[in-house]
């Protein structure tokens, strides 16, 4: 979904990787692991041969719950902090977080932000944040779009 409505139909056309991360069943990764595989991802893409334009994208929601006793849940401290991390590369302060402790803090569904982990972690350090918008709630989910470049 993401591809298409960045490229519309040429988006069958681009060369994807798709890398998937449980986001459903304990036990979750950490999200220091997330970002060691980012990194991993970022040094594979390095050592290519041919230099290449690549687009990484992390993608999910932030603080959510659809179901239970906390569905409606949005910490929007929480997702700002995590934004704010992100853009500026100080992941630090969110690698040692448990699985858990990410579940209190941003809900069930919100520890989709493992995936935003793995694309900072496969980006340059010195990646700037060109935009950033938040907007909550949209559907019982906030919602962020985030631009870095190299």
Known sequence: MPLSLLWGRQSREIR?????????QFPLPSPRRC??????????VASYPERLRVVVLGTGGLSHQLEGERAGFINKPFD??????????????????SSR???RECGSQ???????????????ESATRK???????????AAAVMLLSN
Do not use: K
Request: net charge negative; proline share 2%.
């Open 80 to 97: 700002l902090m995590c934004c704010d991390a992100i853009g500026h590369n100080d992941v630090g302060r969110l690698l040692d977080y």
């Open 101 to 103: 402790d990410l579940v």
């Open 131 to 141: 935009h950033f918008a938040y907007h909550g709630a949209v559907s019982n989910t």
């Open 16 to 24: 994807t990787v798709p890398i998937l991360i449980n986001t459903v």
């Open 110 to 124: 919100g520890v989709e932000l493992l995936s935003w982990l793995v694309m900072r972690g496969a980006i340059s």
């Open 35 to 44: 970002h060691q595989l980012g990194e991993a991802i970022g040094r594979a």
